[in-house]
Each structure stands twice: as structure tokens, then as C-alpha cells.
């Protein structure tokens, strides 16, 4: 029996496929998805399925001094235990094996625990094939030519992991047993995750450090007959042009005397054509800096692009290169699409060319082509609408690297006006030529008339405009992986996930990523004590020890041991520093989660986690003062930089996935509610018939809570507990309209004044019941993103009801449900949870 092994469950599915002429059945062993077909049995990996780490009596944190760690044994564990014992059992039949994970060097580390796990139970020949689509002409290629694993390839990867496990670990424990913080809240340090927090926070430090300087700009509309165009106000300088005056005093005069002027004469006008060249072809970099611009972050946008791998529809999308390779020919690939309902016609168009020149980049590298459509068109039912966006830019990027240049006409006038000049840029897309199979760039347009020099034209509404020069942006994701890859920070497959990390960790919060306090003390500690965990060149240096070992001039042993040296030595100087450091880092939490001064004694008022875990605002100096304000009890509290003028609080915004809202000054929140009345809107069901058994005149009012959310309830609270939900957002309307069944009057929720399609809630007692039937029906289409059709492939990989669904493997369940990936699954997962935890 031949055993074949993938990197993941669906590419093993894709592989049997292809392979067995669509002939091969399933059967589950241990859990474990096995394709067999003749004497072929493949099975997918997830990824790693062994991990490196120290052995057990490692594990306690305050058993072990962290620098300890620096020359502890590495030993190799299962990370996927069924996996391991599937993949073993199948060993022991199999006569020969071909290992057809992914083509690169994490594929080939992967491959290699593979390879090893099958050693230990036999020792038949194992081949390696290697492929950048899973499509049926490179697979059935790659298996016809097989090769061998790659040992150095391999070793290389295996350093980086063990680097990776001793500084992260070893730092990781000293940084949060020196600040006191163990369990959950621990304090990580990681060799990618320290630098790219470094890069993070130097950005924030130039924005603090950023001392705007003023200035004024100055236009004028300009009337060629009666079209009006803007134009600025400059001046020349040694041939250069500025349109910021720095003086005030030079710029009102500037002002006066263009407000002067009824006319300008032309005094310019050039034309210049601009040629805009196509893009070069995807690296994973590119492709994920388009995809944000289609909404996506960077981690979503890696997942959709390796589902769409895994099923054969582009090529593999961790890759550097940006030249297409010799047997990419263009005019077949366009062929596959010229008969599509979508993409037919610019296809067609494209063919028409007299001749097919792609563009290319800097970076030609053999492993991997650029990210391209395979020819295989999914059909668009088959495919979420992340995924089909992502295909379609993948095929229109593809399209566009093949197409024209487009022309843009560029037209400059400059006018004199009472002694003040003035200019106006135009520009006109004049051949559109990419742009018209790739709609992701702009090809907006701005209007100037065509005039002719010493024209004279009318001049109104001058207009002076006060600014001030802006401190540098913060970096979006896209932005930050960019800079990432050109400082070699991390490697194509890994830096979506380590920004995700960031996050999770409470490093940075936000979009674009704003460093938190804690974040800017662990590197500070970083770069006082351990600067070459923070510092690229460590990253730089390991990736040439990394090439060292490929080449095979040193092996793994050589590298990781003058890691360990260099480690231990920084543990030489951090020993006398604990102390200090973690006072630091306490500092720094606290500072996180501080809101202002406490109204009654002055002390620093913060967020605080009760025992039963909710969260709430207490003061510093408790037990002296017990003054607190409550929280929202839905999402988990940040502190913003907004500031309450009224109370010197900051705002706090509630972080709950989709329903993270901003709560605001508690403070506020607290003196509305106890600044507004209860609305009655009628009798309470449960205590108001004073005529029936129990019944006390109660009444149902729209109550306003101290915690910012509001309610209708009884008017005998806390005796009668009788409550409704209301929604926390929107301004509550009482309408004339009554409830016949209830006797209450409907509702209509408004966001403010001029809202035109309001929110009609109606009787709240119908409301709500509304609102249950909803949630218990099967539940599972209440979650974002579920329609009827996902609701019976969830039913048929067994998942019936949201109970299911928060049961499920998401792993297992991703690999049975065709177009569903893992991490949409664990989204509603966690919508499935939250909703249990608002019941
Ligand atoms: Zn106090
Ligand atoms: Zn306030
Ligand atoms: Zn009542
Ligand atoms: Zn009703």
C-alpha cells in the first residue's frame, strides 16, 4: 500500500481526487479523515502535528528559574494526538509513502515530522513531491517525478522553532514573573512579536513626540465662462513652488490682496500625458495589502486565499516572487476564461492584444509563482462571498498584469491675480487601459478647463484656510506587514498571525494598531535589558544562520547553541534588574486601566474585574474609599485616550466582538440615570391588577440603569423584578399606537432626529417574545452569516442547533464542510458562546 501525506485534511481530499480519477471513497479513522483508492490511503496533517517544547518537569512556572530554560532539553511532543496515531497506524501497512506537503521551508519541516513519525514504525522508501497548485496537471506531475525530503531545508525551519521556544519562553516567564503576572495575564515576549511591537510603538513615540507647527492655505475659485474650478494660492521660491504660508501676518496680507483681485491672467498652461503602468504580479505581500482595500484584515485574507489553494482554484499564496515563470503562458490562462459569464469579456478583450507582455517585479525566486488563477473556475455558489472576492481579485489582478498601461493627461494652469499666483492641477484618464479589467485602483478625475495662456479669467470666493502639519499615521495592518517583510521580520506565512497576537495579547488595540501602555513597557524593558529581542538584527542574523544551514555549512546544533549563549548571557544582565523591571510593568498595567481621579479622595479611579468576573470602576484606595461606578456588562473594558471634560475620566469603549460599542464617561452614564425619570408606560403584568391575588399597583416604566443600559421594568423594583430588554443604543420613543393584547404602547427606537428608517420595536412585551422564539428556533441562522444553505451543510457534517455547533471541532468540521474555513467556523463559535452567555 502507498501512503500519501498532505499538509492539511482538504488538500488531501483535492489529492485523492485528482489522483483517483474522483474514484476514491472516505473512511474515518480516530476521527481522522483517510481517502483511499486502490492501494492508495492519503491523509492530511494540520499543519504541525508534533511541537517542540521543554519536557514536563519544565512546566511550573515558580518551580524553575526562567534562565534555566536557556539549556533545558528540547523534546518533540503530538499536538494532534489523533492525528499522530492515524498516521502511524497507516505507516505500519504501507510498503512505500510520498510526503506532498506544502512547497516551502515550513512544508518541508512539516514533511519531516512526518517522515519521522513513519520512521519510527517502518522503514519502507518515502519520496517527496512538490507542487504550487493543487490542480490536476502539477499533481499528477509532481507525482510522476518524485523527489527527496529536503533534511537541511528542513533543519533550517527547526532552528528557527527551537530560537523561537527559548528566547519567547525563557523571556516570556522572566518579564511576567518579575511583574507578578501568571495564569491568563501573562506578560509575552516572542523573537517576531517583540520587533514588530518595536516598530508599533516607535510610531507612537514620534506621534507624542510630534510638535505641530501652524500654517494657511489659500484658494480662489477660478470661471472659465461659467465653470468654476478650484485653484491654490502659491509662491516661487529658487524655482521651487509652496503653497504653505508659515506667517500669519504674511498670510492675511496674502488674503487681503487676493480678495482684491476681480480677474486672473493665465499665465501657464502645460500638458504632460503620464503613463500609469500596471501592477506586477502578487507576492503574498501585495495580495495582502489589495485585500485590504476590500475590507479584509490580514489574517481573513490569508485564510480565504489557502482555502481557495487547498481547492485547486489559485496558486499557493505564500510567496516572494513577482515574475511569472517561462511555462506560465498568458494567452492559455486568459483561454480558461473567455467563455465566463463574468470575466468572458475582458478575457476576450485582453486575447485581442497584438501581443501578451506580463509586467514583473524585482524578486524572481524558483520556489513559487506569483499568486495567479489556476484555470479551474469555481462555480459562485460554491463560494462564500469573502472567498469569491478574493478570487475575483486574484483573476483581475492576474488580468491586469497582462493588460495596458493607462494614459492620464495632466493639465497645470497658473494664473495671476492682482500680483498673487495661482494654480490648478487637472487630470484626465485618457486610455484607461488596465483600469478597465481591474476596478481597485482609482481613476477619479479632477476637472480643469481647458484655457489658453494670457486668458482672462473671473475670479470669486477666496477662501484662507488655517492648518497645522499633521504628526505621522499610525500603520494599518497591511501597512505594518509590508514593513514587516522589508525588514525580513517574521517570514510570508506567519506575520498576519503575529499581528493577530498582538492583539489577543492586549498589546495594541484598535485599527490602525495603537500601542497599549504595558505594550510600550515591555519594550522599553526590551531595549534597557534584552534590546536584541526587540531589535531586527537578531531577526537578520538568524535568517543568515538560517541560509547557512540550507546551504549545509553549519547544522542546526551549531546555530541553536550560540543562541542559547547569547541568551544566556542577556540573562547575566537582566538578573539584577528584576526588581525594577517589574515595578515598571506593574506601573504600566495599571496605567492601562486608569480613568482619572476618584470624585471623593482624589486617588486614581480604575477598572476592575469583580470575583464573579464582571467588570466595574473602583477607586485605588480602596479599602479607604469604596467609590465605584458600574460597567456595561456585555464586552470586556479599554480605556480610550478621550477624556470627559466634565470629570477628568477617560472613556471607556466595551470590546465585544461585532458589538463592541463606546460606553463612554462612566460617571456620565451614572449621573443620567439618576438625572432622569422613570417613563411610565403602563401596568405591570406580573404585580399591577391590584383586583387579582398579589397584586400591588405596580407599574412598567422605561428605566435608565446607572451602567448605561436601559430596560423596561416595574416601578416596585427590587420587590417585583419584572423586567424587558430594551436595545442601549438609539434615542426611545413612546408612540400613540397601543399593543391590543398587552395594553402597552409600541416603541420606536431613532438615531436622533432626522433618522428616516427608525426602528419600529413595538410593545416590548411582544418585542421580547419575538426575540426568544428567534433565538431558540435552531438558533444556528441567527449567527451572522448563516443562511439556509450553510444551515444544511452545518446539519449535514452533524450540526443541528447552536448546543452543536459550540461542541464541534472546528478543525474536523472545516475539512467536511466544503467552502466553510476554520476560522469562520470558531466566528460563530464565539457568536454561539456569547449568546449562551446572554441568556
Ligand atoms: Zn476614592
Ligand atoms: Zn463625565
Ligand atoms: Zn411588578
Ligand atoms: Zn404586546
Same mark, same amino acid.
Given at each position: 500500500?502507498?501512503?500519501?501525506?498532505?499538509?492539511?485534511?482538504?488538500?488531501?481530499?483535492?489529492?485523492?481526487?485528482?489522483?483517483?480519477?474522483?474514484?476514491?471513497?472516505?473512511?474515518?479513522?480516530?476521527?481522522?479523515?483517510?481517502?483511499?483508492?486502490?492501494?492508495?490511503?492519503?491523509?492530511?496533517?494540520?499543519?504541525?502535528?508534533?511541537?517542540?517544547?521543554?519536557?514536563?518537569?519544565?512546566?511550573?512556572?515558580?518551580?524553575?528559574?526562567?534562565?534555566?530554560?536557556?539549556?533545558?532539553?528540547?523534546?518533540?511532543?503530538?499536538?494532534?494526538?489523533?492525528?499522530?496515531?492515524?498516521?502511524?497506524?497507516?505507516?505500519?501497512?504501507?510498503?512505500?509513502?510520498?510526503?506532498?506537503?506544502?512547497?516551502?521551508?515550513?512544508?518541508?519541516?512539516?514533511?519531516?515530522?512526518?517522515?519521522?513519525?513513519?520512521?519510527?514504525?517502518?522503514? &519502507?522508501?518515502?519520496?517527496?513531491?512538490?507542487?504550487?497548485?493543487?490542480?490536476?496537471?502539477?499533481?499528477?506531475?509532481?507525482?510522476?517525478?518524485?523527489?527527496?525530503?529536503?533534511?537541511?531545508?528542513?533543519?533550517?525551519?527547526?532552528?528557527?522553532?527551537?530560537?523561537?521556544?527559548?528566547?519567547?519562553?525563557?523571556?516570556?516567564?522572566?518579564?511576567?514573573?518579575?511583574?507578578?503576572?501568571?495564569?491568563?495575564?501573562?506578560?509575552?515576549?516572542?523573537?517576531?512579536?517583540? @520587533?514588530?511591537?518595536?516598530? !508599533?510603538?516607535?510610531?507612537?513615540?514620534?506621534?507624542?513626540?510630534?510638535?505641530?507647527?501652524?500654517?494657511?492655505?489659500?484658494?480662489?475659485?477660478?470661471?472659465?465662462?461659467?465653470?468654476?474650478?478650484?485653484?491654490?494660492?502659491?509662491?516661487?521660491?529658487?524655482?521651487?513652488?509652496?503653497?504653505?504660508?508659515?506667517?500669519?501676518?504674511?498670510?492675511?496680507?496674502?488674503?487681503?490682496?487676493?480678495?482684491?483681485?476681480?480677474?486672473?491672467?493665465?499665465?501657464?498652461?502645460?500638458?504632460?500625458?503620464?503613463?500609469?503602468?500596471?501592477?506586477?504580479?502578487?507576492?503574498?505581500?501585495?495580495? !495582502?495589502?489589495?485585500?485590504?482595500?476590500?475590507?479584509?484584515?490580514?489574517?481573513?485574507?490569508?485564510?480565504?486565499?489557502?482555502?481557495?489553494?487547498?481547492?485547486?482554484?489559485?496558486?499557493?499564496?505564500?510567496?516572494?516572487?513577482?515574475?511569472?515563470?517561462?511555462?506560465?503562458?498568458?494567452?492559455?490562462?486568459?483561454?480558461?476564461?473567455?467563455?465566463?459569464?463574468?470575466?468572458?469579456?475582458?478575457?476576450?478583450?485582453?486575447?485581442?492584444?497584438?501581443?501578451?507582455?506580463?509586467?514583473?517585479?524585482?524578486?524572481?525566486?524558483?520556489?513559487?509563482?506569483?499568486?495567479?488563477?489556476?484555470?479551474?473556475?469555481?462555480?459562485?455558489?460554491?463560494?462564500?462571498?469573502?472567498?469569491?472576492?478574493?478570487?475575483?481579485?486574484?483573476?483581475?489582478?492576474?488580468?491586469?498584469?497582462?493588460?495596458?498601461?493607462?494614459?492620464?493627461?495632466?493639465?497645470?494652469?497658473?494664473?495671476?491675480?492682482?500680483?498673487? #499666483?495661482?494654480?490648478?492641477?487637472?487630470?484626465?484618464?485618457?486610455?484607461?487601459?488596465?483600469?478597465?479589467?481591474?476596478?481597485?485602483?482609482?481613476?477619479?478625475?479632477?476637472?480643469?478647463?481647458?484655457?489658453?495662456?494670457?486668458?482672462?479669467?473671473?475670479?470669486?470666493?477666496?477662501?484662507?484656510?488655517?492648518?497645522?502639519?499633521?504628526?505621522?499615521?499610525?500603520?494599518?495592518?497591511?501597512?505594518?506587514?509590508?514593513?514587516?517583510?522589508?525588514?525580513?521580520?517574521?517570514?510570508?506565512?506567519?506575520?498576519?498571525?503575529?499581528?493577530?497576537?498582538?492583539?489577543?495579547?492586549?498589546? !495594541?488595540?484598535?485599527?490602525?494598531?495603537?500601542?497599549?501602555?504595558?505594550?510600550?513597557?515591555?519594550?522599553?524593558?526590551?531595549?534597557?535589558?534584552?534590546?536584541? &529581542?526587540?531589535?531586527?538584527?537578531?531577526?537578520?542574523?538568524?535568517?543568515?544562520?538560517?541560509?547557512?544551514?540550507?546551504?549545509?555549512?553549519?547544522?542546526?546544533?551549531?546555530?541553536?547553541?550560540?543562541?542559547?549563549?547569547?541568551?544566556?548571557?542577556?540573562?547575566?544582565?537582566?538578573?539584577?534588574?528584576?526588581?525594577?523591571?517589574?515595578?515598571?510593568?506593574?506601573?504600566?498595567?495599571?496605567?492601562?486601566?486608569?480613568?482619572?481621579?476618584?470624585?471623593?479622595?482624589?486617588?486614581? #479611579?480604575?477598572?476592575?474585574?469583580?470575583?464573579?468576573?464582571?467588570?466595574?470602576?473602583?477607586?485605588?484606595?480602596?479599602?479607604?474609599?469604596?467609590?465605584? #461606578?458600574?460597567?456595561?456588562?456585555?464586552?470586556?473594558?479599554?480605556?480610550?485616550?478621550?477624556?470627559?471634560?466634565?470629570?477628568? #475620566?477617560?472613556?471607556?469603549?466595551?470590546?465585544?466582538?461585532?458589538?463592541?460599542?463606546?460606553?463612554?464617561?462612566?460617571?456620565?452614564?451614572?449621573?443620567?440615570?439618576?438625572?432622569?425619570?422613570?417613563?411610565?408606560?403602563?401596568?405591570?403584568?406580573?404585580?399591577?391588577?391590584?383586583?387579582?391575588?398579589?397584586?400591588?399597583?405596580?407599574?412598567?416604566?422605561?428605566?435608565?440603569?446607572?451602567?448605561?443600559?436601559?430596560?423596561?421594568?416595574?416601578?416596585?423594583?427590587?420587590?417585583?423584578?419584572?423586567?424587558?430588554?430594551? @436595545?442601549?443604543?438609539?434615542?426611545?420613543?413612546?408612540?400613540?399606537?397601543?399593543?391590543?393584547?398587552?395594553?402597552?404602547?409600541?416603541?420606536?427606537?431613532?438615531?436622533?432626529?432626522?433618522?428616516?428608517?427608525?426602528?419600529?420595536?413595538?410593545? @416590548?412585551?411582544?418585542?421580547?417574545?419575538?426575540?426568544?422564539?428567534?433565538?431558540?428556533?435552531?438558533?444556528?441562522?441567527?449567527? %451572522?452569516?448563516?443562511?439556509?444553505?450553510?444551515?444544511?451543510?452545518?446539519?449535514?457534517?452533524?450540526?443541528?442547533?447552536?448546543?452543536?455547533?459550540?461542541?464541534? %471541532?472546528?478543525?474536523?468540521?472545516?475539512?467536511? !464542510?466544503?467552502?466553510?474555513?476554520?476560522?469562520?467556523?470558531?466566528?460563530?463559535?464565539?457568536?454561539?458562546?456569547?449568546?449562551?452567555?446572554?441568556?
Amino acid at each position: 500500500m502507498e501512503l500519501i501525506v498532505t499538509e492539511k485534511d482538504n488538500a488531501a481530499r483535492r489529492i485523492a481526487e485528482i489522483l483517483s480519477g474522483d474514484s476514491a471513497s472516505t473512511e474515518r479513522r480516530n476521527g481522522v479523515n483517510v481517502y483511499r483508492w486502490g492501494d492508495k490511503r492519503c491523509v492530511g496533517l494540520s499543519g504541525h502535528v508534533v511541537g517542540v517544547d521543554f519536557p514536563a518537569e519544565y512546566a511550573d512556572w515558580r518551580d524553575v528559574q526562567p534562565v534555566e530554560l536557556v539549556d533545558a532539553e528540547i523534546v518533540k511532543t503530538p499536538t494532534q494526538e489523533n492525528i499522530v496515531r492515524t498516521l502511524k497506524e497507516l505507516a505500519k501497512g504501507a510498503d512505500e509513502a510520498t510526503i506532498a506537503t506544502d512547497y516551502d521551508r515550513e512544508g518541508e519541516l512539516i514533511g519531516k515530522e512526518a517522515y519521522e513519525l513513519i520512521r519510527e514504525e517502518t522503514d &519502507i522508501p518515502i519520496d517527496r513531491v512538490r507542487f504550487s497548485s493543487i490542480t490536476e496537471n502539477e499533481v499528477t506531475e509532481a507525482f510522476e517525478n518524485p523527489d527527496d525530503l529536503d533534511f537541511d531545508l528542513a533543519a533550517a525551519g527547526e532552528a528557527r522553532q527551537i530560537i523561537d521556544l527559548l528566547w519567547g519562553a525563557a523571556l516570556t516567564r522572566f518579564l511576567s514573573l518579575s511583574a507578578g503576572q501568571l495564569g491568563d495575564d501573562f506578560i509575552s515576549v516572542g523573537r517576531v512579536q517583540s @520587533p514588530t511591537l518595536k516598530l !508599533i510603538v516607535d510610531r507612537e513615540r514620534e506621534i507624542q513626540a510630534f510638535d505641530p507647527d501652524d500654517y494657511w492655505e489659500l484658494f480662489a475659485d477660478l470661471l472659465k465662462g461659467d465653470t468654476a474650478f478650484e485653484a491654490q494660492y502659491f509662491t516661487r521660491e529658487d524655482g521651487t513652488e509652496n503653497e504653505r504660508v508659515w506667517d500669519e501676518t504674511a498670510a492675511s496680507e496674502a488674503f487681503e490682496q487676493l480678495q482684491g483681485a476681480r480677474e486672473a491672467i493665465v499665465e501657464s498652461v502645460r500638458r504632460r500625458t503620464r503613463t500609469d503602468d500596471p501592477p506586477e504580479p502578487f507576492n503574498t505581500t501585495q495580495y !495582502i495589502s489589495s485585500a485590504s482595500s476590500i475590507g479584509l484584515s490580514a489574517q481573513k485574507a490569508m485564510s480565504v486565499a489557502e482555502e481557495l489553494y487547498t481547492a485547486g482554484y489559485i496558486t499557493y499564496p505564500r510567496t516572494d516572487n513577482t515574475v511569472y515563470p517561462d511555462d506560465l503562458d498568458p494567452e492559455t490562462l486568459l483561454g480558461a476564461f473567455t467563455d465566463h459569464y463574468l470575466f468572458g469579456e475582458d478575457a476576450d478583450s485582453l486575447l485581442d492584444a497584438d501581443e501578451i507582455e506580463p509586467t514583473e517585479g524585482d524578486e524572481e525566486t524558483t520556489d513559487h509563482p506569483p499568486i495567479h488563477p489556476t484555470g479551474e473556475i469555481p462555480d459562485r455558489d460554491d463560494l462564500s462571498d469573502d472567498e469569491w472576492e478574493v478570487y475575483e481579485l486574484v483573476v483581475r489582478h492576474f488580468f491586469a498584469t497582462v493588460a495596458d498601461p493607462a494614459e492620464w493627461e495632466h493639465l497645470k494652469v497658473v494664473a495671476d491675480a492682482n500680483g498673487c #499666483l495661482l494654480k490648478a492641477n487637472g487630470k484626465r484618464l485618457v486610455d484607461p487601459g488596465y483600469h478597465e479589467v481591474y476596478p481597485y485602483r482609482s481613476t477619479s478625475e479632477n476637472y480643469v478647463p481647458d484655457v489658453e495662456e494670457s486668458e482672462v479669467l473671473n475670479i470669486e470666493d477666496a477662501r484662507i484656510e488655517a492648518k497645522q502639519t499633521q504628526p505621522p499615521r499610525r500603520r494599518g495592518q497591511s501597512r505594518l506587514i509590508q514593513e514587516m517583510s522589508d525588514l525580513g521580520i517574521g517570514t510570508k506565512s506567519t506575520r498576519h498571525n503575529t499581528l493577530q497576537k498582538l492583539y489577543d495579547r492586549g498589546y !495594541i488595540e484598535s485599527d490602525p494598531p495603537r500601542p497599549t501602555k504595558l505594550a510600550i513597557a515591555v519594550v522599553e524593558a526590551a531595549e534597557k535589558f534584552a534590546d536584541r &529581542i526587540v531589535d531586527e538584527e537578531m531577526t537578520a542574523q538568524l535568517e543568515a544562520d538560517m541560509r547557512t544551514i540550507v546551504d549545509g555549512e553549519k547544522d542546526l546544533e551549531e546555530v541553536t547553541d550560540d543562541s542559547r549563549a547569547m541568551l544566556e548571557r542577556i540573562f547575566g544582565e537582566l538578573h539584577d534588574s528584576r526588581a525594577e523591571i517589574g515595578e515598571h510593568l506593574r506601573e504600566s498595567m495599571k496605567a492601562d486601566r486608569t480613568l482619572g481621579p476618584c470624585p471623593d479622595c482624589g486617588e486614581s #479611579l480604575l477598572v476592575r474585574r469583580s470575583r464573579q468576573g464582571s467588570y466595574f470602576v473602583g477607586c485605588d484606595g480602596f479599602p479607604d474609599c469604596r467609590y465605584t #461606578l458600574p460597567l456595561p456588562n456585555q464586552g470586556e473594558p479599554t480605556v480610550l485616550d478621550e477624556t470627559c471634560s466634565e470629570h477628568d #475620566l477617560k472613556h471607556v469603549k466595551m470590546l465585544a466582538g461585532r458589538s463592541t460599542f463606546v460606553h463612554g464617561c462612566p460617571q456620565c452614564k451614572a449621573d443620567e440615570a439618576d438625572e432622569t425619570d422613570d417613563e411610565i408606560i403602563g401596568v405591570c403584568p406580573e404585580c399591577g391588577d391590584t383586583s387579582a391575588a398579589g397584586g400591588e399597583g405596580g407599574d412598567l416604566a422605561i428605566k435608565r440603569l446607572r451602567n448605561g443600559s436601559r430596560l423596561v421594568g416595574c416601578t416596585r423594583y427590587p420587590e417585583c423584578e419584572y423586567s424587558l430588554p430594551l @436595545p442601549r443604543r438609539g434615542d426611545i420613543e413612546v408612540t400613540e399606537d397601543v399593543c391590543q393584547e398587552h395594553d402597552l404602547p409600541h416603541l420606536l427606537v431613532t438615531d436622533g432626529e432626522d433618522d428616516e428608517d427608525p426602528w419600529e420595536l413595538g410593545c @416590548p412585551i411582544c418585542n421580547y417574545a419575538e426575540y426568544r422564539e428567534r433565538q431558540t428556533a435552531s438558533g444556528l441562522e441567527d449567527l %451572522d452569516g448563516i443562511g439556509s444553505k450553510t444551515v444544511e451543510k452545518l446539519a449535514a457534517a452533524g450540526i443541528d442547533s447552536l448546543e452543536d455547533l459550540r461542541g464541534a %471541532d472546528t478543525e474536523t468540521v472545516a475539512a467536511e !464542510i466544503q467552502g466553510v474555513s476554520e476560522d469562520r467556523l470558531r466566528e460563530w463559535q464565539a457568536q454561539a458562546n456569547a449568546s449562551v452567555a446572554a441568556d
